[in-house]
């Protein structure tokens, strides 16, 4: 089964403090998209929800595995894996988990302002490709790693921008990757990359293990993303030092030693290399 990566147990839910910061709400970062409650349930046998009134928010209900049902103002639809619905407030709803497949669901109920007001729409989108499901997987380990941290304003903003994030990329970006839409060489390669953030293979490593000739996934990579494989892996573990950095106080050496890198100061200047700032600089910026 298919689960977010560990920053919370199987069955989750998350009030975001937010919901109580009037000031933060108004934040023009914050204002367009503001996660109030979030969570998550594995396998959710005999789920269900029914508001016949509907509710004050947003509600975002993206299936991760398995199926359920959902009846939006009296239309009735099926959520399947890798399938997001938005219902919006003052809507009468219900939903609830298949028997046979009980649906795996990871949720979040949001505040969308009007300057945001056209970033979704009530009508169910399918995420194709293995990629995409992975992207919006990671976006969701963020969100819910920033919403768990020590409630700040700029965690409170980073929430606010990685659920702008995961509406965007569900509802606007088309669903086949420039150059690598169906490529399913590409497809594990990055996979793999993302998987062992911490191990460091040369290139003929890294293509003898997906079988693949070197030169074919050199230019997969760079047709892709005009980089090589283990540039563009670089700049994942990057981003995921940036991830920690935010919401945590990890020194910068363990970020690094997780990162598979025994030399802090190589770490540092790689991480500038590829964001611009060093470690400390983006920590406090």
Request: charged share 15%; proline share 5%; with cysteine.
């Amino acid at each position: 089964m298919r689960t977010l990566e560990a920053n919370f147990d199987d069955d989750t839910q998350l009030v975001f403090p937010i919901k109580n910061d009037s000031a933060a709400l108004a934040h023009p970062l914050i204002s367009g998209t503001a996660p109030v409650e979030l969570g998550h349930y594995a396998v959710a046998r005999h789920h269900f929800q029914i508001r016949p009134q509907g509710q004050a928010d947003w509600l975002l209900l993206h299936c991760l595995e398995g199926e359920g049902e959902v009846v939006v103002a009296g239309q009735r639809q099926q959520l399947r894996a890798n399938e997001l619905l938005c219902i919006p407030p003052q809507t009468p709803h219900e939903y609830a988990a298949s028997h046979k497949a009980p649906w795996t669901l990871v949720w979040c109920h949001f505040r969308l302002g009007s300057a945001a007001s056209g970033l979704v729409t009530p009508s169910i989108q399918r995420l194709q490709s293995a990629a995409r499901q992975q992207q919006l997987l990671a976006h969701w380990s963020e969100l819910f790693a920033v919403c768990a941290a020590q409630y700040t304003v700029a965690n409170a903003v980073c929430a606010s921008q990685l659920l702008r994030l995961i509406l965007a990329e569900s509802y606007w970006l088309a669903d086949d990757q420039p150059q690598a839409a169906g490529n399913e060489h590409l497809t594990q390669a990055i996979l793999h990359m993302q998987r062992h953030l911490g191990v460091h293979q040369t290139l003929a490593e890294l293509a003898q293990g997906l079988a693949l000739p070197k030169s074919t996934l050199s230019r997969l990579f760079h047709q892709a993303y005009q980089m090589g494989p283990l540039d563009y892996w670089t700049r994942l573990r990057m981003e995921k030092a940036c991830q920690q950095l935010r919401i945590s106080r990890t020194p910068v050496k363990t970020i690094a030693a997780q990162l598979g890198y025994a030399d802090p100061l190589y770490f540092s200047r790689q991480f500038k290399r590829v964001i611009g700032l060093a470690p400390s600089q983006y920590r406090t910026r």
